[in-house]
């Protein structure tokens, strides 16, 4: 009996969409809890290629989350045992691990041979990012942030607005699970929640989970989902560039003190808090660029900044690079 012959008999899948998963090619981002989830779920449902990017290793405070991994692997990239893990569920896929991060340097070339793009990464800089590559590819996203015992799962953009258009003001805090904590199974049923987003998107079930929001609240047990098909793109929106892409021709200034990072985003930056910037006339034709860690900061001075900028603003966050 072939693997797939339960799934076969659905009629949503059938030969037909069992041919459909077999010729698609999905990009992950990121190796943690959600893709512990999301991971095995597409092997196992047969999806043709999946490239798995995550620059980190495997931590022993990982392991309440990402099940993927053993106390046996701690210390190994994420990207690569993930990987490996898929390939034992299934032999009959294609499947790439690689020890590295998405960036604005390499996104469009991983991401233009896609069909679709989840994004399984704790980083607000990164989920952005991949909204804007994919709003311009017209690839599928099917993004999921979770922190505490809540978070959401989202289709974006091959179609339907983006990330931007639904959260179009940066986070209130740059909190991550690794600095505000996150409960295994809260992540677990996000994972699950992006898998089912990403068939449903493959297979082109009706209605799409593109345009479609699920909100997850373990605490209450009050969850939520609605449809933002008519969300319009934000007019003004700060796009994350790399530091290989500023010039000596751009205003460029270093958010982070010395202590945070000894050496700046760009040999030309200028290191200042957000209440020091002060730009002169001479100035104002120039591109403007924010550095910071994680790009909070960077957003911030760009809101406080843009009313009186005529100019482009763009974000450095040195976590995606």
């Not at 405070?61 to 994420?78: I, M, P, W």
């Not at 979770?146 to 339907?160: H, I, S």
């Not at 909100?215 to 530091?243: G, H, I, L, M, Y």
Request: one cysteine or more; a negative charge; aromatic letters at 4%.
């Amino acid at each position: 009996m072939s693997r797939y012959a339960r799934q076969m008999m659905l009629p949503q899948v059938g030969g037909e969409g069992q041919a459909r998963l077999a010729a698609a090619r999905a990009l992950v981002v990121g190796a943690g809890g959600l893709a512990a989830s999301a991971l095995p779920l597409l092997a196992g449902a047969g999806v043709g290629q999946i490239d798995i990017f995550d620059g980190d290793v495997i931590e022993l405070s990982n392991l309440h989350r990402q099940t993927l991994f053993t106390e046996a692997d701690v210390g190994r990239a994420k990207a690569e045992v993930a990987a490996e893990r898929c390939r034992a569920l299934n032999s009959g896929i294609v499947l790439a691990g690689t020890k590295r991060s998405i960036t604005p340097e390499n996104v469009v070339q991983n991401s233009q041979n896609a069909d679709l793009v989840l994004d399984c990464a704790d980083s607000y800089a990164v989920s952005y990012l991949l909204s804007d590559t994919c709003l311009a590819l017209g690839k599928p996203l099917i993004s999921a942030s979770v922190l505490g015992l809540g978070g959401y799962a989202g289709g974006f953009c091959g179609g339907a607005p983006s990330l931007r258009a639904v959260f179009p003001e940066a986070p209130d805090s740059a909190a991550s699970c690794a600095t505000a904590g996150v409960l295994g199974p809260v992540v677990s049923i996000l994972g699950s929640i992006q898998a089912q987003m990403a068939l449903s998107a493959l297979l082109g079930l009706a209605p799409s989970p593109l345009g479609q929001m699920v909100q997850v609240d373990a605490q209450t047990w009050r969850n939520s989902t609605f449809r933002f098909d008519a969300a319009p793109e934000p007019v003004t929106a700060f796009c994350f560039v790399a530091p290989s892409d500023l010039t000596a021709d751009d205003l460029i200034f270093e958010l982070r003190s010395e202590a945070e990072a000894p050496h700046p985003a760009h040999p030309s930056a200028r290191r200042m808090t957000i209440p020091e910037i002060e730009i002169s006339d001479t100035n104002r034709g120039k591109r403007l660029a924010l550095c910071c860690a994680t790009g909070l900061r960077a957003w911030r001075a760009a809101e406080q900044l843009q009313p009186d900028w005529p100019g482009e603003i763009v974000l450095v966050a040195a976590a995606t690079s």
